[in-house]
């Protein structure tokens, strides 16, 4: 954009449009999302509930180019079970 002369410019005047990722729908229903918004710049925080683990990176961020940084991670069972509690076996002799 140029300027002709007093108040004369060659183009309309520029307008700022807000940056946007897509919505994030997870499939997993066990996914919890942190409060976020689809801005430029906006991050999303993943969790699970109890018993499950996280797969996947904890958070992504929306680029300048309108993508997230991540694939959405998924909540899974572990495949290992915890150890065994060992009780000790005490015994009463009279």
Do not use: Q
């Not at 969790?47 to 300048?64: A, D, F, K, N, Q």
Request: charged share 20%; hydrophobic share 35%.
């Amino acid at each position: 954009m140029t300027r002709f002369g007093i108040g004369k410019w060659s183009g309309s005047i520029p307008a700022c449009e807000p940056i946007h990722c897509p919505k994030i729908e997870p499939e997993d229903p066990r996914l919890i999302l942190s409060p976020h918004n689809t801005t430029f710049g906006s991050r999303v925080f993943f969790s699970c509930p109890w018993g499950y683990r996280l797969t996947g990176v904890p958070g992504i961020e929306c680029h300048l180019d309108s993508t997230w940084s991540a694939e959405i991670p998924v909540c899974t069972v572990p495949s290992e079970l915890p150890a065994p509690l060992e009780i000790p076996r005490v015994f009463i002799v009279e």
